[in-house]
C-alpha cells in the first residue's frame, strides 16, 4: 500500500496548497507572484478511461478540463498568445498577463480532442513533436511500461545486479514497480536502459513501436496540422533522451536533427524547442545555449514558474506550468497562474 497511500498524501497537499493559493489570489495579495504571464502544457487530451493502474495519469486531462481552464484564464484577465510571441511580448511595457498553451510528444488526441477546443475559443498552441515517435523508430517508454505492468502479475528483469522476479501482484506493488522502472532509466544509459524494457515488453507480447504508432501522428497528419492558423510545431528532438546526460555533440545533433527533420517536413523551420523531460537534471545551462546556438528563439522546460521581466535573458529556459491530471479544478488553474504556488515554494 506504500505506493498508493505515498501518491495519495503528496496529491492531498498539493491541492491544499493550489486552493490557499487561489484564495489569496482573489484576495489581491501577492500580485506581483504572477509576473506577465504563463506558459502551460499537456500531453494527452482525451476522455479519461479508467483504468488498473495509471501511473501516467498526471500527463493526462479530459477536454472539458481544458475547456473549463481557457474559460477560467478569460474571466482572469489573460491574453492568449503563440509562444513565439513571447519575446516580443515581453520587451514592450506591462500589459495585461499573457497565458501560452504547448503540448508535447505529437498524441493524436491533441487534435481530436484539443484542437476543437483551441478553435472554439481561438487560442493559438504549440504541440512539440519527437521524429523518432512520427517515423516509428523510437518508443514511448512510460507508455510501454504502464501496459507491460498492467497486463502482468510478475516478471523477470535485470536492474543491474542479474535478473530478478518482479512481483506485480497487486496495484501498490505495480506502482512501486514504475517507480523502479523509472529511476533505472534515470540512472545509467537512457537508450539501453529502453532497448532493454522494450525488449522484456516484446517478451510478453506487448510491440513498442505500436504503441508509438497508436498513440502519436505520422508525418501526413503532422503536416495538415502544421496548416492550421492556430497551430505551431515545435522541436523535442529525435529520441526524447534527457539531453543533459548525452555528450555535447550528441545533445547539439539531436536538437539540429530535430529542427532539421521538422523544416523539412513543413517548410518552416521551428523557432521553438522543449527539452525532453525538463527538468534541472534533464536541462542545464549547456543545452540552453546550444539551443541558441542553434538559432532557436525560445526553449521551456518543465520548471514550474511564471514568465517575468528577468525571463528574457533566459529565453531559451523559460518556466511552464504543468495542466496535471490529477489536479483537474478550475480555480486550480488560476492559482497556477497567479504564481503564487512558486513564490510561497521560493520558485
Request: charge should be neutral; include cysteine; charged fraction near 20%.
Amino acid at each position: 500500500m506504500e505506493a498508493l497511500w505515498r501518491r495519495s498524501v503528496k496529491r492531498g497537499l498539493i491541492a491544499g496548497g493550489l486552493t490557499t493559493a487561489n484564495i489569496l489570489a482573489r484576495a489581491g495579495l501577492m500580485r506581483e507572484a504572477r509576473g506577465r504571464g504563463a506558459i502551460f502544457t499537456l500531453h494527452h487530451v482525451r476522455p479519461h478511461v479508467a483504468r488498473p493502474i495509471e501511473p501516467n495519469g498526471h500527463l493526462e486531462v479530459n477536454p472539458e478540463f481544458l475547456d473549463a481552464a481557457i474559460i477560467r484564464l478569460r474571466q482572469e484577465g489573460y491574453d492568449f498568445i503563440g509562444l513565439s510571441d513571447i519575446p516580443d511580448r515581453l520587451t514592450r511595457p506591462q500589459e495585461r498577463p499573457f497565458a501560452c498553451f504547448t503540448l508535447d510528444d505529437g498524441y493524436r488526441n491533441n487534435v481530436s480532442h484539443a484542437l476543437p477546443i483551441f478553435e472554439r475559443h481561438q487560442v493559438p498552441f504549440t504541440i512539440f513533436i519527437n521524429e523518432g515517435f512520427a517515423d516509428r523508430t523510437h518508443s514511448i517508454w512510460w507508455e510501454t511500461l504502464a501496459e507491460l505492468l498492467t497486463t502482468q502479475d510478475g516478471l523477470a528483469f535485470d536492474f543491474g545486479d542479474g535478473e530478478e522476479e518482479v512481483d506485480l501482484s497487486t496495484p501498490s506493488r505495480k506502482l512501486d514497480a514504475f517507480d523502479r522502472f523509472a529511476q533505472f532509466m534515470r540512472n545509467g544509459c537512457e537508450a539501453s536502459a529502453v532497448a532493454m524494457l522494450d525488449a522484456c515488453a516484446s517478451a510478453h507480447g506487448i510491440e513498442p513501436l505500436d504503441i508509438t504508432a497508436s498513440l502519436t501522428m505520422p508525418r501526413q497528419e503532422l503536416l495538415t496540422l502544421s496548416r492550421h492558423p492556430l497551430a505551431s510545431l515545435g522541436a523535442h528532438t529525435v529520441s526524447h533522451r534527457a539531453l543533459a546526460r548525452l555528450s555535447e555533440q550528441e545533445a547539439s545533433r539531436e536538437m539540429r536533427r530535430s529542427a532539421n527533420w521538422l523544416e523539412a517536413l513543413t517548410g518552416k523551420r521551428p523557432s521553438a524547442i522543449a527539452y525532453p523531460y525538463g527538468s534541472p537534471s534533464a536541462v542545464t545551462t549547456r543545452e540552453q545555449a546550444l539551443a541558441l546556438t542553434l538559432g532557436f528563439k525560445v526553449g521551456v522546460t518543465t520548471q514550474p514558474g511564471t514568465v517575468n521581466e528577468k525571463s528574457a535573458a533566459k529565453i531559451t529556459a523559460l518556466p511552464r506550468i504543468s495542466l496535471n491530471g490529477y489536479y483537474q479544478e478550475p480555480h486550480y488553474v488560476a492559482a497556477l497562474a497567479s504564481g503564487i504556488p512558486f513564490a510561497m515554494r521560493g520558485l
